[in-house]
């Protein structure tokens, strides 16, 4: 019989805020920091950078739940969805910071710069597409889009390509973390890919084999 799929199995409120809370502690941390002169000379770069950083950070975790509970070491999947969200909140603060506190609301200087400078193209496009995963991050757009739900958050593999060129390139030169970090992105959103063709792979298999498998009936 073709292999059905595991149905999505949801932490409980306690456990989502649990984690939500201690994951933005970082932020909370560095906020403090900043709000006491305590991040150097440039304190809104430097707020900037721990922001996407930390947002890089939960998007790796994110993307080796999966291969972690492949390999038999843990299984953390019910709790994908509120790291994927942490990723979210966390570029949604590193894009505030650069908007507000970086180039102060001026639209035009935020176009120009855009425009201009190709990491911050990429970067914007991987928060542009990270939107929609972190809006369809509910129960109710899990029932009401079904398939459509699973083929739409796939869109994660493209997110961590983007926000791998997009870290790399923002770091005047290459670095140890700069590398490593792009790295696993690279290395995990490929794995991801492969896992999915695999998987497609084996349903249309076993698709394909199902009508041998029922017995034939005679007239």
């Keep these: 019989m073709p292999s059905r799929r595991a149905p999505v199995v949801f932490p409980s409120r306690l456990e989502l805020w649990l984690i939500t809370l201690i994951g933005l502690v970082p932020a909370g941390l560095y906020f403090w920091y900043g709000a ?104 109710w757009s899990i029932r009401t889009l079904g398939r459509l739900w699973g083929t739409l958050h796939r869109g994660v593999y493209v997110v961590a390509a983007l926000a791998g060129v997009h870290f790399l390139m923002a770091f005047k030169t290459y670095t140890v973390t700069s590398v490593g970090y792009a790295a696993a992105l690279f290395v995990l959103g490929a794995a991801g890919v492969v896992r999915r063709v695999r998987h497609n792979g084996r349903r249309r298999m076993s698709a394909a084999n199902e009508p041998m498998r029922r017995p034939k009936t005679t007239g």
């Design 36 to 139: 006491h002169n305590q991040l150097g000379a440039d304190p809104v770069n430097v707020f900037e950078r721990w922001l996407g950083l930390w947002g890089v950070r939960f998007l790796v975790v994110t993307l080796a739940i999966a291969p972690l509970r492949d390999l038999g070491v843990i299984n953390l999947v019910r709790y994908r969805r509120t790291f994927g969200l942490l990723v979210f909140w966390y570029a949604v603060m590193h894009v505030a910071t650069y908007g507000v506190l970086d180039q102060h609301l001026d639209l035009r200087a935020v176009f120009g710069e855009v425009t201009t400078k190709p990491f911050l193209m990429v970067g914007l496009a991987a928060f542009v597409l990270l939107c929609p995963l972190a809006a369809t991050s509910n129960r």
